[in-house]
Antibody
Framework: EVQLLQSGGGLAQPGGSLRVSCGAS????????MTWVRQAPGKGLEWVSA????????YYADSAKGRFTISRDNSKNTLYLQMNSLRAEDTAIYYC??????????????WGQGTLVTVSS | IVMTQTPLSLSVTPGQPASMSCKSS???????????LYWYLQKPGQSPQLLFS???NRFSGVPDRFSGSGSGTDFTLKISRVEAEDVGIYYC??????????FGPGTKVDIK
């Protein structure tokens, strides 16, 4: 059974940093691209970042470029999102999602449970 | 690419059909012949779930009362007979270019 178990997140001050993690099981992690999608309170879905199965290709939304870093450790079956220079508008539930191919294609067949990131002083 | 969805809200009587539209600001047909349009459903309090890939490929476990259609810039999701479990927000998403994915604003479906 495919499972994506998220951890991390919480409260950070504006300008601060946080890291969210996504532990994967039930599939060969290195064979699939992974992505992060967020949802601000009461708002719709916003794609944030994606990474290929090998980790050799990474992609970012304009809102995340220069501040967020996506990475993966295929030996630990874990996906990460390091968030720096946080702003109030980064407050959201962050979801990790598995792609159906090794390249970042937008075909997200499994999703994590979500983790809340709150940026506030 | 900008995605628009209509209507933004839909109230349906159980057993009746429902239809919602998704439009993209440019064609989602790639040179590989595939159209990179996806449908996701977010039920209340849950993570999103995949309904359709590449316009009309139903994901495993999705009931056949759901159907996806369209081409180019205009796409439609239909529910032939709405059930109570279908409530939630339906999002279309394009992925024409790697790493430049955009969701539509969503269509919220509830039961009358």
């Amino acid at each position: 059974e495919v499972q994506l178990l998220q951890s991390g997140g919480g409260l950070a001050q504006p300008g601060g940093s946080l890291r969210v993690s996504c532990g994967a099981s039930g599939f060969t992690f290195r064979n699939y691209a992974m992505t992060w999608v967020r949802q601000a309170p009461g708002k719709g879905l916003e794609w944030v970042s994606a990474i290929s199965g090998s980790g050799g290709s990474t992609y970012y939304a304009d809102s995340a470029k220069g501040r967020f870093t996506i990475s993966r450790d295929n030996s630990k079956n874990t996906l990460y999102l390091q968030m720096n220079s946080l702003r109030a508008e980064d407050t959201a539930i962050y979801y990790c999602a598995k792609d159906r191919t090794a390249v970042a294609g937008g075909d997200f067949d499994y999703w994590g449970q979500g983790t809340l990131v709150t940026v506030s002083s | 690419i900008v995605m628009t969805q209509t209507p933004l809200s839909l109230s349906v009587t159980p057993g009746q059909p429902a239809s919602m539209s998704c439009k993209s600001s440019q064609s989602l047909l790639n040179t590989d012949g595939k159209t990179y349009l996806y449908w996701y459903l977010q039920k209340p309090g849950q993570s999103p779930q995949l309904l359709f890939s590449e316009v009309s490929n139903r994901f495993s476990g999705v009931p056949d009362r759901f159907s996806g259609s369209g081409s180019g810039t205009d796409f439609t999701l239909k529910i032939s007979r709405v059930e109570a479990e279908d409530v939630g927000i339906y999002y279309c998403m394009q992925s024409l270019q790697p790493g430049l994915f955009t969701f539509g604003p969503g269509t919220k479906v509830d039961i009358k």
